[in-house]
């Protein structure tokens, strides 16, 4: 029975919607439930699958520089609703602030280590602008980690096994940092099961890219999906923010 029946498009839109659960959750959800739990999770499905078809497309685009520009361009117009969106409230009042660069900066930073690991020959000096981009990532959403992914999913070359570590590895990697130890027992086995919860998002990205991604995009509509998903970011992003500060 042939599995791999999605396109890349389809996998980025349902990319979309788990971020979207993802925002969702952390913008209006209380923390400790249930529900916040799953939407933020299932959410984590986005980032790894972003940084995957980086690396594709990366090697496909026509112009590099082309796709650098719309990276830096929507990164910068994403900018203000994502600080709107998430910052904190002050005195019980919404507010906006500074909150940390948002994910498309992170996918440019990922961008610029794709083109170190391809145009500087000389390694030393290709090992420190890379580890300076990981360094800029603590700044930005997704910090290091998405430069991770990006790394090992160049480095995989489109092998399904390096593939698959890959994904298991940042899981791995995601499940630890989001791990807390605690004295007693019972808050260690609670913290535990919150930490493997939460690589729930990758690890179930790893499985539609390996299982069931056909690498082909869809026949129609094209250039509609291409714009789209560079505008939904900064979209939806500016709705919840307006929203969080309205409710």
């Known amino acids: 029975m042939e599995l791999k029946v999605l396109n890349r498009d389809i996998i980025k839109y349902f990319a979309m919607f788990t971020m979207l659960l993802n925002h969702i959750g952390n913008i209006f959800l209380e923390p400790g439930t249930f529900l916040f739990t799953f939407f933020v999770d299932i959410g984590y499905f986005t980032a790894p699958v972003m940084c995957y078809f980086l690396v594709e497309g990366y090697h496909y685009t026509r112009s590099k520089k082309k796709y650098a520009a719309r990276l830096a361009v929507f990164a910068l117009l994403s900018e203000i609703p994502f600080c709107l969106a998430f910052s904190e409230t002050y005195n019980g009042e919404p507010y906006i602030s500074f909150c940390g660069f948002n994910m498309i900066f992170t996918l440019l930073l990922c961008f610029g280590i794709l083109c170190v690991m ?75 099961f919150y930490a493997l919860f939460s690589a729930l998002g990758i690890l179930v990205a790893g499985i ?25 970011y900064p979209v939806h992003l500016l709705i919840l923010g307006i929203l969080r500060i309205v409710m």
Request: glycine share 8%.
């Open 208 to 232: 539609v890219i390996i299982y069931f991604y056909n690498g082909k995009r869809m026949e129609k509509g094209k250039t509609f999906s291409k714009w789209f998903f560079y505008l939904f």
């Open 118 to 192: 391809e145009y500087v020959k000389n390694g030393v000096i290709a090992a420190l602008l890379i580890v300076g981009l990981f360094f800029i990532s603590l700044f930005s959403d997704w910090a290091l980690i998405a430069p991770l992914f990006t790394v090992l999913f160049a480095l995989a070359k489109g092998d399904e096994d390096r593939i698959r570590n890959a994904f298991l590895f940042g899981a791995g990697l995601f499940a630890m940092q989001n791990f807390a130890p605690a004295y007693r027992m019972v808050f260690l086995i609670e913290n535990l």
